[in-house]
């Protein structure tokens, strides 16, 4: 498997990541390096074993239906470039 | 999939044309926090105080699951008869937009926690039809994007950020506006019945993205358009019939279908291209990292599946076998289930019949006037069911029954006691009512003549009986007296 440059493109859009046209190439390699690397475990053969999901055998811990959190605005708004009313404040996005 | 009968069809240019839909509803879990943070689920409240940092998604935050939220999920799922999954996974789907600070929403993409089920759909018309559940999943709400509070910014609130929704997806399996808006109330009704959504759509809690395409009968299935966040079921039913008229129009001008993503402008009535989404199809689903798998075991199904309430399919059948009543009635009374159990109070140990009928006609009609819901009528169960043994009793009659009800209803009180305070019992002593019925027949005898002539003329009679009685008089004695009195 490799990427091709429209691929690079595509990915750094998705990303919202900035990449100038000439940067492509050198994206396009990086990637393709990465890809082929990760390539090498095809060679083992993983039939019928399950996908591991976690290095400890341990069960998804679950919470009890508490409120035990949240009323803290001023702190969930504190790193916030720009708030009003306790609103974020964010560039017009609008259907 | 069935094929739509005839009358379903929408007529176009070029013959008929069947509608075909599949829906996706999100239904916000009822639970106090949210599905991984410790914040508060309230609807409402100061922009961004039901906020944890998990749900504002700060770095170094861990989402912990809400075992509730798993609980309802299957309950929902145990309620649409559907296959329970004991091992699911939490997926990441992403996307940029600024009412979800992530980066990404957490939920269930190739395993589900719910698989296939099926709703049973009671159409106006008496038919049912059956839709089929293709899955329900876990995941989280967004937050809310407010456009009007500046000239050039929007504001953005996490209040409903990390609240737990359930996607319900269902087959294409729908063929009609009208089956579109029934599968939607009676998806409601079952939710609520559970207790796992309070469906309250204008707070949004219950929302339906709606898959529509159109195809000449018998051929393949068209090309879709979604329409997103309906938020209303009469609303579901117009986005439907435009959208159909829309395609059909387009494919008998011989153009193509795009598939894409519409919205519903409900001040218009018509949907249009939200073209900001044309590329937001490229979710790159993968597993969370931060989340194991979500596993429980048979017993933790059976638990749930053990505290069930009767839904209402069960509890209609139930109405109809045990108390007779009409399909109709009993689809009525069942439709939500604070109504039901208003019901069953009134018909514990009285005639069903008789109680379905004073429910859906004086109480029912009572409400629909003054727009008001069952939960805060006026009259309570027992009040009711004190005036209907009243009836059965004989101490009043059905038409002073619907005065006393009047009076119940703005003024309150035992009726008994009203009925005893008032002098509204009825006269049922044959001695007092021949006295009234004597003298009016001696002041008509043409009435008379007309009457042993036409006895259909003993209406007239009946009333004046009820005027010189003040209406107190009872019918059934009345009829009777006049009846052998007049020699008819």
């Known amino acids: 498997m490799s990427v091709d440059d429209d691929t690079v493109r595509r990915i750094a859009r998705l990303a919202r990541i900035a990449v100038e046209e000439k940067e492509i190439p050198h994206w396009r390699g990086e990637i393709n390096a990465v890809l082929k690397f990760a390539e090498q475990l095809n060679e083992v053969n993983v039939d019928g ?24 605005p001023e702190k969930v708004l504190s790193n916030a470039p720009q708030t009003q009313d306790g609103f974020y404040l964010v560039p017009k996005v609008v259907e | 999939m069935a094929t739509a009968d005839n009358s379903k069809r929408i007529k176009g240019q070029t013959g008929e044309w069947e509608v075909v839909i599949g829906m996706e509803v999100h239904a916000q879990v009822t639970s106090e926090a949210k599905l991984f943070s410790g914040a508060s689920t309230a609807f409402g409240g100061a922009p961004n105080s039901h906020v944890s940092l998990v749900d504002a998604a700060m770095p170094g935050m861990l989402p912990v699951i809400n075992r509730r939220c798993v609980e309802q999920a299957v309950r929902t799922g145990l309620g649409l008869r559907a296959q329970i999954n004991l091992k699911s996974v939490f997926d990441r789907k992403n996307y940029f937009y600024p009412d979800l600070p992530q980066g990404y929403q957490i939920s269930q993409f190739k395993s589900p926690v719910v698989g296939e089920g099926k709703v049973v759909v009671d159409m106006p018309d008496g038919e049912s039809i059956e839709v089929g559940i293709e899955r329900l999943h876990l995941e989280q709400d967004a937050g809310k994007s407010v456009h009007d509070r500046h000239p050039t910014m929007s504001g953005v609130d996490l209040n409903r950020s990390g609240v737990a929704l359930m996607e319900i997806v269902s087959k294409p399996d729908i063929r009609s506006s009208e089956e579109a808006k029934a599968y939607v109330s009676k998806l409601r009704s079952i939710l609520r019945y559970l207790g796992t959504c309070d469906g309250n759509m204008e707070e949004g809690s219950l929302r339906a993205d709606v898959n529509v395409s159109v195809r000449k009968p018998g051929d393949a299935l068209g090309t879709r358009c979604e329409i997103k966040n309906v938020n209303s079921i009469r609303f579901i039913g117009q986005a439907v019939e435009y959208e159909a008229r829309r395609q059909i129009e387009i494919l008998e001008e011989g153009g193509k279908i795009v598939q894409e ?18 590329e937001a199809h490229d979710y790159r689903y993968f597993p969370d990292p931060d989340l194991l798998p979500l596993e429980f075991d048979q017993n933790f199904v059976d638990s749930i599946a053990a505290s069930l309430p009767e839904l209402p399919d069960e509890k209609k059948l139930r109405l109809m076998k045990e108390g007779g009543l009409s399909a109709y009635d009993a689809g009525i009374l069942v439709n939500e289930r604070e109504t039901a159990d208003y019901f069953e109070e009134v018909a514990k140990g009285r005639d069903a019949k008789v109680a379905a009928n004073f429910v859906i006609n004086e109480l029912f009609g009572r409400l629909n006037k003054e727009g008001k819901a069952i939960s805060s009528s006026p009259v309570s169960s027992s009040q009711t069911g004190a005036i209907l043994d009243l009836i059965a009793e004989g101490t009043i009659s059905g038409k002073i029954a619907k005065d006393l009800f009047e009076v119940v209803w703005t003024e309150g009180g035992d009726p008994r006691a009203i009925v005893e305070k008032r002098g509204m019992k009825q006269v049922t002593d044959p001695g007092a009512i021949e006295k009234v019925i004597d003298d009016i027949i001696a002041k008509n005898p043409a009435k008379v003549e007309e009457a042993k002539a036409k006895p259909k003329a003993l209406g007239w009679f009946v009333g004046e009986t009820m005027k010189a009685t003040g209406g107190k008089a009872s019918p059934q004695v009345v009829n009777e007296l006049l009846k052998k009195k007049l020699e008819l």
Do not use: C, I, W
Request: aromatic content about 2%; overall charge negative; charged content about 35%.
């Open chain 1, 49 to 72: 074993v399950e996908p591991m999901t976690s290095v400890t055998p341990m069960q998804l811990p679950m919470r009890e239906d508490k409120v035990t959190d949240g009323e803290v």
């Open chain 2, 261 to 278: 993503t519409r919205l519903f402008d409900a001040n218009k009535g018509e949907t249009r291209s939200m073209r900001s989404k044309e």
